[in-house]
């Protein structure tokens, strides 16, 4: 079963940690950890392929490209990526990929907290002109994501809650 396999790669730290909300937490999902073994990556594109069509496929960098680019190899269907600041060389784009008005896409992501991530990428792709069709995660913490993409529009589906995961106490 995936959440075993997860587990047993150590995706979930215990601690002191600050999130990239902001937040502090005494534990922290790294999904890093098992999308690095390829058997686990496979698994986690297989599983999150189930949630998707002929939608194109889009993540942020850099949690998400590995698991766009091996749902993409899995699905079949393109994918684009987003920077988290525009570049500052060639280009300057924050979008590597071709998006065109009226694709419709999903976001992938690998932990959601808040959705603000997931959201940038979402709105990049409206500025685009492009339909996003809902966002799917692999762990959500449960901490609002899920409320306010679903006030901006778009559904949230997750492989896990962070509390499938974490093992208490600690």
């Given amino acids: 079963m995936l959440r075993d396999v997860m587990r047993s790669a150590g995706v979930v730290q215990y601690g002191d940690f600050v999130l990239a909300s902001g937040r502090k937490s005494n534990y922290y999902v790294n999904v890093k950890k098992a ?24 993540g942020m960098a ?11 190899l899995e699905t079949g ?39 603000a991530s ?25 901490e609002g994501a899920r409320e306010l993409l679903e006030q901006k529009g778009l559904e949230m589906r997750s492989l896990f809650t962070a509390k499938e995961l974490v093992r208490y106490p600690q």
């Fill in 62 to 72: 850099l949690g998400a490209v590995p698991i766009v680019v091996a749902v993409s």
């Fill in 35 to 58: 999308y690095t073994d390829p058997d686990i990556l496979r698994e986690i594109a297989k599983e999150i392929s189930k949630h998707i069509g002929d939608e194109k496929i889009a």
């Fill in 77 to 115: 269907n393109s994918f684009v990526i987003i920077r988290k600041d525009k570049k500052e060389h060639g280009t300057q784009e924050k979008l590597e990929g071709d998006v065109r008005k009226g694709d419709r896409y999903v976001v992938v992501e690998d932990v959601a907290t808040t959705g």
């Fill in 118 to 142: 997931a959201l940038r990428v979402a709105e990049l792709l409206r500025e685009k002109q492009a339909e996003v069709v809902r966002v799917i995660t692999v762990v959500d913490r449960e």
